[in-house]
């Protein structure tokens, strides 16, 4: 079973819509939840990150974090063509040294129409 | 501020080549990461320098992989002889900050073995 479980879709959405993107894990361990966002031929870029269950709203993105369920989301709110792109969930866990090791999610592809 | 940036963007081997990958991290970064995606699977992590110094290298499937950074700035990743499963894109990121410090990804080097 892989430690962090996300659908690669594609998801396909009209302008303006909540997108709701999702993850889950099976690892107690993991510590820190975060969001990176991937655009074709780029590498990863943070989106956000958060640490423990609740909501984090930045912007028009909200994390969101279940750790009795293991399971983290991302909401966009009045989603734009410049929104399509790759999602990825990675989850940190503890190493030696004050260090952590990023475990990823597969992506889910998302494509917002005009 | 430029980015991490990755040479080449591309390349293509033939099996029991040898291809060298390097990594340009943002100037002033002791942090220093490699990753691998192979097609259809997750982004694993291969190995963390901290200036010179290898950190962590749970990652690096086998002694075919060599990865090193010389005066802890720039950073290169051997493959010598390369083998068909080694294709994949290979993402270097760098990071200020041991921990959590957020990490920057350049585009990554896209390598097919044939």
């Known amino acids: 079973q892989k430690e962090v479980e996300q659908d690669p879709g594609p998801l396909s959405v009209p302008e303006g819509a909540i997108v709701s993107l999702n993850c889950t894990y099976s690892?107690?361990?993991?510590?820190?939840f975060m969001w990176y966002r991937q655009y074709s031929r780029k590498g990863p870029e943070l989106l956000m990150y958060t640490y423990s269950s609740g909501n984090k709203e930045d912007g028009r993105f909200t994390a969101q974090v279940d750790k009795s369920s293991k399971y983290i989301s991302l909401f966009i709110r009045d989603s734009q063509p410049s929104d399509s792109a790759t999602y990825l969930c990675a989850m940190s866990v503890p190493k030696a040294g004050n260090n952590r090791k990023l475990i990823w999610g597969l992506g889910t592809s998302l494509a917002v129409n005009p | 501020e430029a980015g991490v940036t990755q040479f080449p963007s591309h390349s293509v081997i033939e099996k029991g080549q040898t291809v060298t990958l390097r990594c340009d991290p943002i100037s002033g970064h002791d942090n220093l990461y490699w990753y691998r995606r192979v097609m259809g699977k997750e982004i694993k992590f291969l190995l963390h320098?901290?200036?010179?110094?290898?950190?962590?290298e749970s990652g690096m499937p086998n002694n075919r992989f060599l990865a090193e950074r010389t005066g802890g700035t720039y950073s290169t990743l051997k493959v010598q002889p390369a083998e068909l499963e080694d294709s994949g894109v290979y993402f270097c990121a760098s990071s200020p900050r041991q921990g959590l410090g957020e990490q920057y990804f350049g585009p990554g080097t896209r390598l097919t073995v044939t």
């Open positions: 320098f901290v200036k010179e110094s290898k950190q962590d």
């Open positions: 690892n107690s361990a993991f510590q820190y």
